[in-house]
């Protein structure tokens, strides 16, 4: 599988309190975010922003470009400015990783419907009453927090990529 651009894949899933539209509200918000590279090989993002971040600048070889004085001056200048672009990318993704530390590619936040959890849904889920009460969040703050974590996902896989990232939004 060859693709012409890397792609975050966000898989996402809603717990709802029933499926009849007028009625149903939303109990609970789940994603995971997944980057899937050019040659159809899959990451985790999590990991990769560990690993990524672990690296630091010293990491990077320098080179020394007294060791290429019998080369042509134009191939001297393609060959740092080559370097410069990917010192300014690495530094570029670090600030990105950083900023989003303590970021997770999973997702989970649990709603508090007006009407409660129909004792159905308690027993198809394990979202009962007293959890939603003590953990759920108000539909505009879930909203909010679901959207920092899409954009933290986004930031971080572009951080990761060379080229074009598209976003794919699968539930």
Known sequence: MSLRSAALCIFFDFETTGLHLPFAELLEIASVARLLDVDGTW????????????HSHQGNNIVDNSQYHHQHN??????????????????????????????????????????????????????????????????????QRWMHSLCAAQRTAAALVEGPLELWLIG
């Not at 990451?43 to 672990?54: E, F, K, M, P, V």
């Not at 009407?115 to 759920?136: A, D, F, S, Y």
């Open 43 to 54: 990451h985790n993002l999590d990991h990769c922003h560990q690993q990524h971040s672990s």
């Open 74 to 143: 134009k191939h001297q200048h393609n060959h740092n400015t080559q370097h410069q672009q990917h010192c300014h990318k690495h530094i570029h993704s670090q600030h990105v990783l950083r900023a989003n530390a303590g970021w997770s590619s999973e997702f989970r936040c649990l709603l508090r419907p007006s009407k409660g959890v129909p004792k159905k849904v308690q027993r198809m889920t394990g979202i009962t009453r007293q959890l939603v009460e003590r953990n759920g969040l108000d539909f505009f703050e879930a909203m």
